[in-house]
Antibody
Framework: EVQLVESGGGLVQPGGSLRLSCAAS????????MDWVRQAPGKGLEWVGR??????????EYAASVKGRFTISRDDSKNSLYLQMNSLKTEDTAVYYCARAYNWNYDVWGKGTTVTVSS | QSALTQPRSVSGSPGQSVTISCTGTSSDVGGYNYVSWYQQHPGKAPKVMIY???KRPSGVPDRFSGSKSGNTASLTISGLQAEDEADYYCCSYAGSSYVFGTGTKVTVL
């Protein structure tokens, strides 16, 4: 079964850091571009960023709202995707989803992990 | 990058058709044929219903269809069913980034 499982969410104070993980199974993870998408409470979906595959030099791209604070990485040997979040702000509070990118859409999503930034 | 504009809500009776619009700019919706639509039930992850403007993934009922004209994409649900009640989001490639729509709640009366 194709599956993505996020972990690492929790409560963090403003200015703090958190690292999210996404474990992939059931498909050849290394072949795929992978994204993070978030959803603030009661709000819509927001693209966070992308990491491409080895064939595309593991290039990363970020939304303007997180550029310079968030870093996406991957470990193909562990079938895992990561999101390092630094200098967190209250507006970063959201459910964070990892998603498999396929031909300019997202065909597989995880169930999400909740990040709360609050003092 | 501003969110794509969708109506906040649409509604219809079972069996009727509803259409959700998604308005962007020439830098996103109008510039690429890479618009996708996602259905999200409360507390669940999104599910792709349409990709590349008009294509339907296997397993998605053919009552879901997509189209685009200029800077506006549309999702039509024909023969509305109770299980179609959900939030729907459009998404467009915007050249090295992606932008989602504001979301539309579909209510089945």
């Amino acid at each position: 079964e194709v599956q993505l499982v996020e972990s690492g969410g929790g409560l963090v104070q403003p200015g703090g850091s958190l690292r999210l993980s996404c474990a992939a199974s059931g498909f050849t993870f290394s072949d795929h571009l992978m994204d993070w998408v978030r959803q603030a409470p009661g709000k819509g979906l927001e693209w966070v960023g992308r990491i491409k595959n080895k064939a595309n030099s593991y290039t990363t791209e970020y939304a303007a709202s997180v550029k310079g604070r968030f870093t996406i990485s991957r470990d193909d040997s562990k079938n895992s995707l990561y999101l390092q979040m630094n200098s967190l702000k209250t507006e970063d509070t959201a459910v964070y989803y990892c998603a498999r990118a396929y031909n300019w859409n997202y065909d597989v999503w995880g169930k999400g992990t909740t990040v709360t930034v609050s003092s | 990058q501003s969110a794509l504009t969708q109506p906040r809500s649409v509604s219809g009776s079972p069996g009727q058709s509803v259409t959700i619009s998604c308005t962007g700019t020439s830098s996103d919706v109008g510039g690429y044929n890479y618009v996708s639509w996602y259905q999200q039930h409360p507390g669940k992850a999104p599910k792709v219903m349409i990709y590349d403007v008009t294509k339907r993934p296997s397993g998605v009922p053919d009552r879901f269809s997509g189209s685009k004209s200029g800077n506006t994409a549309s999702l039509t649900i024909s023969g509305l069913q109770a299980e179609d009640e959900a939030d729907y989001y459009c998404c467009s490639y915007a050249g090295s980034s992606y932008v989602f729509g504001t979301g539309t709640k579909v209510t089945v009366l």
